[in-house]
């Protein structure tokens, strides 16, 4: 098989129009492979073994019939176009057929090699352009929650997620934790080695913090060289354990920064709360801020939790 063959998968019981659609195929300038499988049952076992290029599915099949199938089928992961053939005056089912995720319909009766082969060049064209309109929209949507310079969430995404995981944890009462994340002397770099040096900073970190934390994490871009990460299913302790995991795969790390090597730190404050009533997005984030004010302050390059003020009850 050339690398311009089409792999042809047809769903016919009858010999004969097989036969009628494989001359067709074989009389196309196009090259084609085709293989035949004759009910809707082993069509689904060759989607599962096999890749096709296109899948040209006969109406009337024993049991489930191809308007059955198609609607089970069109959509799905690993399934290509789909063109139905239909009889002579089986109009309704070809527009059954379109509505439920056909390309193009051929009645059997008027195939011929022109025809036939237009009709499948045609679906795989469309089948590319939808393609390529869901990537564009998939990578519209990315870029939407994702901070351009580090590639971790953006500050809006995070919005939306404490606000979603804080109705989360209420309504199961389950732990929820947040940890606030901030480069040590950052400002020292920037002004010594650029804003471009700064900023390819941030992004190893990003990746540092991108590989330290769990699937379930919300990792994002809190703002300027501050990270921010939501940490779902998570108490004090394990938060704790998280922040301390951060704190020395940064301090590990050997990033670059103008033509040497250097080491950074970070200082980090952690928040759990500790009843039901402290679980809203701005507790999070200002007693978060609290711990990593104190981190700072104590020395850096620290983790510190979230301690009640002994003038306040909470």
């Known amino acids: 098989m050339t690398k311009n063959t089409l792999r042809v998968l047809i769903v016919e019981d009858n010999p004969g129009d097989v036969g009628l659609v494989r001359a067709a195929l074989e009389e196309s300038t196009t090259s084609f492979e085709v293989d035949n499988v004759t009910s809707s049952q082993s069509c689904r076992r060759a989607l599962q073994t096999d890749r096709y290029d296109i899948i040209l599915l006969d109406y009337s099949l024993p049991?489930?019939?191809g308007l059955d199938l198609l609607r089970s089928i069109s959509g799905k992961r690993?399934?290509?176009?789909?063109?139905?053939?239909?009889?002579?005056?089986?109009?309704?089912?070809?527009k059954d057929a379109i509505r439920n995720g056909a390309s193009d319909y051929c009645a059997k009766g008027r195939i011929d090699s022109t025809t036939l082969s237009r009709a499948i060049l045609e679906a795989l064209e469309k089948a590319r352009l939808e393609a390529e309109e869901e990537r564009q929209r998939e990578e519209a949507d990315r870029r939407a929650v994702t901070d351009p310079l580090t590639g971790l969430y953006n500050r809006n995404y995070l919005a939306d997620a404490l606000e979603k995981e804080c109705r989360r944890a209420k309504r199961y009462g389950s732990p929820l934790s947040c940890l606030l994340l901030d480069l040590d002397d950052f400002q020292v770099l920037n002004d010594k080695h650029g804003h471009l040096e700064g900023d390819s900073v941030l992004r190893q970190v990003a990746i540092a913090i991108g590989n330290s934390v769990r699937e379930i994490d919300i990792a994002a871009r809190y703002g300027g060289d501050e990270f921010c990460i939501l940490a779902p299913e998570t108490g004090l302790e394990g938060a704790m354990q998280l922040a301390e995991r951060l704190r020395f795969a940064v301090a590990a790390m050997e990033v670059r920064a103008g033509s040497r090597s250097a080491r950074i730190t970070v200082s980090i404050g952690v928040f759990s709360p500790a009843t039901m009533n402290q679980v809203r997005p701005t507790t999070l984030l200002d007693r978060s801020e609290a711990a990593l004010r104190k981190a700072k302050l104590t020395g850096k390059n620290q983790v510190c939790d979230y301690t009640v003020p002994s003038a306040t009850t909470a």
Do not use: H, S, Y
């Not at 399934?79 to 089986?90: C, F, H, K, S």
């Open 63 to 65: 049991g489930e019939n």
């Open 78 to 94: 690993n399934v290509p176009p789909i063109i139905m053939l239909t009889g002579q005056g089986d109009e309704l089912i070809a």
